[in-house]
Structure formats: C-alpha cells, structure tokens
C-alpha cells in the first residue's frame, strides 16, 4: 500500500520505513509528490495533531496519509515541551540543537532522581474512504545534563535509556528501533492495522 507521509522530515521517513516496510507499507515524503503545506497545529495533544496533519495531506493527495506528532515530555516541567518540542522556545531561530540547549538550560535546577522524562509518539492512518487508524507509543527514560553520542536527531543526545545505559544517540539506529516511542507506536498501530485488514495477520 502506497502512504504519503506528513512530514517534510527526511530523518522520520528513514526512521519510520525501517520498521513499516515490514508490513507492506511504501511510504513516500508529501514533497515528492509536490505537496508544500504547512498544517496549523491548533490541537492541544498529540493525537489532535496528528490527526490534523494526516487528514490535510490525504486530502491534498487523494491517498492514504501517514502523520505522526511526538515530542519530549519532562515530569518536573508538567509535561513541557509535549506538543511544542518541535518548537520550543517559539524562537525561530533556534534549531533542533538550540532548542536542545533551552530544555538543558530550563532544568538544570532540577535534581538527580527527578529528571524524568518520556518520548511520546502518535501515529495516525487517515485513508480516503473515511478511515482513522490511530497509536499512541512511548519510552521513558531520564533527561542528561549535557548531550552524549552523535546518532539519532531532536533530542536523542539528552535522553538517557537506563536499559542501555546510555543516551538514545549513543545507539546504533537498529537499537533506537527496537525501543523507541516510535516504534512502540508502530507495533500498536500495526496490530490495529491487522484488525481492519490492512496487514496480513
């Protein structure tokens, strides 16, 4: 099945077609197929979002569209950046690594033992003839006090995975997918792919 991906992200098609191209999923970027939208992310959760994005795409293609909104949730933050994480800050200027440094700098008065924080991902299939698929994943872990490793992209550097002992950049990319929030979605949204016969059980 051909799927557009929501997303202008280079870095979350690699990711995401090493773990769905295992069922039968071709995903394509929306720029290959020359649509250039940008959806306002007026939701207040991820699934909201993820929604957002997915119908908008659908729609401007005609094909089934594949939309996931993450982010990085910190326990002594409430929650923050959540649903932001992409744009933290609301500081144009900052990139993935500015926007890295800040969530550094925001909780360096946090102490060891409350530095908790979870990778959260949902994963929505808005198809053409009316259906929503959606799955929410996760993987918790705890925030460092200084980026380690040069793998994975956003946040990775910060994120300590106390199973392996070490920041989800310090992984080969084959390890981050075995237990990443996108791929604990994934294999939710799979198992609710088979439900509707999208995959084969």
């Known amino acids: 099945m051909k799927v557009v991906l929501a997303s202008k992200n280079p870095h979350k098609l690699v990711e995401i077609s090493k773990i769905t191209e295992q069922f039968d999923m071709e995903l394509v970027l929306q720029s290959e197929l020359g649509v250039d939208i940008d959806v306002e992310e007026t939701g207040t959760t991820f699934e909201e979002n993820s929604y957002l994005k997915a119908r908008a795409v659908m729609e401007a293609t005609g094909l089934p569209a594949l939309a996931d909104d993450s982010g ?28 890295l440094q800040l969530l550094l700098k925001n909780t360096e008065k946090v102490p060891d033992g409350q530095r908790q924080a979870q990778f959260v991902c949902v994963i929505t299939l808005v198809t053409p003839d009316g259906k929503v698929i959606q799955a929410r994943g996760e993987v918790h872990g705890e925030l460092l006090r200084a980026p380690a490793g040069e793998g994975g992209f956003g946040y990775d550097p910060i994120f300590y995975y106390p199973p392996f002992g070490k920041s989800l950049a310090e992984v080969s990319a084959e390890e ?20 509707v016969g999208y995959a084969d059980k």
Request: net charge negative.
């Open 72 to 99: 990085i949730a910190v326990d002594a933050l409430n929650g923050e950046p959540g649903i932001y994480s992409a744009r933290y800050g609301f500081d144009e200027s900052l990139d993935d690594w500015g926007r």
């Open 176 to 195: 981050k997918n075995q237990v990443s929030h996108r791929a604990n979605a994934l294999r939710v949204f799979y198992e609710k792919l088979k439900e």
